[in-house]
Every structure is written in C-alpha cells, then in structure tokens.
C-alpha cells in the first residue's frame, strides 16, 4: 500500500474554510484514497474517499491532484466540533476489496479549530 | 440502525482474570475489525473477520481471542493481559469489499 505524509498539525478559525493537504507520490492505479476523522474519546468516523474524480458529500469535499500523487479534503466552514485527528489512508481495491482489506492509519493531522 | 454498538464502554482486570468484549451491528456489514489504540497513537489492526471468518489476524498475542458467532456479533475474549495491554479496543464494520468502516466508541480497557 501507498504510504501518505500529512503535516502533523494545523489550526483555522471558525467558519472558515479548512484545507488538509496529504502527499501520497508513491500511489498506483487502482488505490484510492480515505479520509477519516477521529474526535477526541471517540472511534474513527468516515469522511469520504474517492479515486481519481474530486468527490462532494455533506461532510467535505475531497480534491485529488490530476497526477494522484496528492489530495486536499476541504472542510468548507469548519466549526469547533470538527477539532480532531484526520487520517488520510491510501487502500488498494476500495470497492472490490475482498476479505484480505484493512485500513492502516497514520499518525494523521491535528486540526484545531479556533473561535 | 447506523451504530456499532461496543460493551461494556470501560473494562478493569487483573492479569489473571478473563474477560470478553464485546461488538454488535445490525446493518448487514459482513465484515468485522478489531483496533487496538494506545493513548496519542493511531488505531492499530489486531483482526478482520469476513462473512464471520477470520481473514487477517495482525500477528497479536494469543492471549487475545476473537470469535465471531454470527454476521452480528464480534467478540474479543481476553486471558492473562499484561498492563502493556491497557487501551481503547476498538470495533468496526463495513459492507464486505468496502473500505467504508463504521467504527464503535471503544472499550477502555485497564489491566492492573
């Protein structure tokens, strides 16, 4: 599996947009890319992932560079409770993952969010 | 039902105690994980189960035990831990061929 550099914090004010830049330079052709959070005391939430098109849900939005070998999720207006960790995790198969799947987590990004 | 459902939230035991974990979901994820998380580290894979068998085991101790008794329930059973074991103990599920998991709140494990 690819491995991802993210930075290991950042910080952004309230309501304003929050931009989570991961490099993944080493990703192949049919890798895709996770987004997960995790809030303090709580188990890891699923954001979005996508493979190779920019993808859009209610949470985020994910923008994956043309040559793939990075991505940028975008929180739009981020409000304190979106302070957490965030993994960004590069997974072969995705869809079609079979039994032998599993995501392995980095030591992702703090955000902090401030009011 | 949209929730993966871990019991009890915290759990206390000594090293020469037995105890289990214990992990349910209802929507019709055929695939189950557990993640062993130190304090300030990423979740870490300890097991994948699919279609309630057991497909990746990450190498863990034999003094934990998984079991999956049915496409709803993923249990952790845990003999003889060391206080190194202390950690949140994570469960997960995913429609099988996803990577799209949902994750329960953690049991807390302490082993004193």
Same mark, same amino acid.
């Given at each position: 599996? !690819?491995?991802?550099?993210?930075?290991?914090?950042?910080? /952004? !004010?309230?309501?304003?947009? !929050?931009?989570?830049? /991961?490099?993944?330079?080493?990703?192949?052709?049919?890798?895709?890319?996770?987004?997960?959070? =995790?809030?303090?005391? =709580?188990?890891? =939430?699923?954001?979005?992932?996508?493979?190779?098109? &920019?993808?859009?849900?209610?949470?985020?939005?994910?923008?994956?560079?043309?040559?793939?070998?990075? $991505?940028?999720?975008?929180?739009?207006?981020?409000?304190?409770?979106?302070?957490?960790?965030?993994? /960004?995790?590069?997974?072969?198969?995705?869809?079609?993952?079979? !039994? &032998? $799947?599993?995501?392995?987590?980095?030591?992702?990004?703090?955000? $902090?969010?401030?009011? | 039902?949209? +929730?993966?459902?871990?019991?009890?939230?915290?759990?206390?035991?000594?090293?020469?105690?037995?105890?289990?974990?214990?992990? +349910?979901?209802?929507?019709?994820?055929?695939?189950?994980?557990?993640?062993?998380?130190?304090?300030?580290?990423?979740?870490? *894979?300890?097991?994948?189960?699919?279609?309630?068998?057991?497909?990746?085991?990450?190498?863990?101790?034999?003094?934990?035990? %998984?079991?999956? %008794?049915?496409?709803?329930? *993923?249990? *952790?059973? *845990?003999?003889?831990?060391?206080? +190194?074991?202390?950690?949140?103990?994570?469960?997960?599920?995913?429609?099988?061929?996803?990577?799209?998991?949902?994750?329960?709140?953690?049991?807390?494990?302490?082993?004193?």
């Amino acid at each position: 599996d !690819a491995k991802t550099t993210q930075p290991t914090s950042m910080d /952004c !004010a309230e309501g304003r947009a !929050a931009n989570l830049p /991961c490099n993944h330079s080493t990703i192949s052709g049919n890798e895709y890319v996770y987004w997960y959070r =995790q809030i303090h005391s =709580q188990g890891p =939430q699923y954001i979005i992932h996508g493979l190779k098109n &920019n993808e859009t849900n209610e949470m985020a939005s994910l923008i994956i560079t043309e040559d793939r070998k990075s $991505s940028t999720l975008i929180l739009p207006h981020a409000t304190l409770r979106d302070t957490a960790v965030y993994y /960004c995790i590069v997974r072969n198969g995705g869809i079609r993952t079979g !039994a &032998n $799947s599993k995501l392995t987590f980095g030591k992702g990004i703090t955000l $902090s969010v401030r009011p | 039902d949209t +929730e993966v459902t871990q019991t009890p939230k915290h759990l206390v035991m000594g090293m020469t105690n037995k105890k289990s974990l214990k992990c +349910e979901q209802h929507m019709g994820h055929r695939a189950m994980y557990w993640y062993k998380q130190k304090a300030k580290k990423p979740p870490e *894979l300890m097991f994948v189960y699919s279609y309630e068998k057991l497909s990746i085991n990450e190498s863990v101790p034999s003094r934990f035990s %998984p079991e999956c %008794p049915n496409s709803s329930l *993923l249990n *952790l059973h *845990l003999h003889a831990l060391q206080p +190194e074991d202390s950690a949140l103990y994570l469960c997960a599920s995913s429609q099988s061929g996803t990577l799209r998991c949902t994750f329960g709140s953690g049991t807390r494990l302490t082993v004193v």
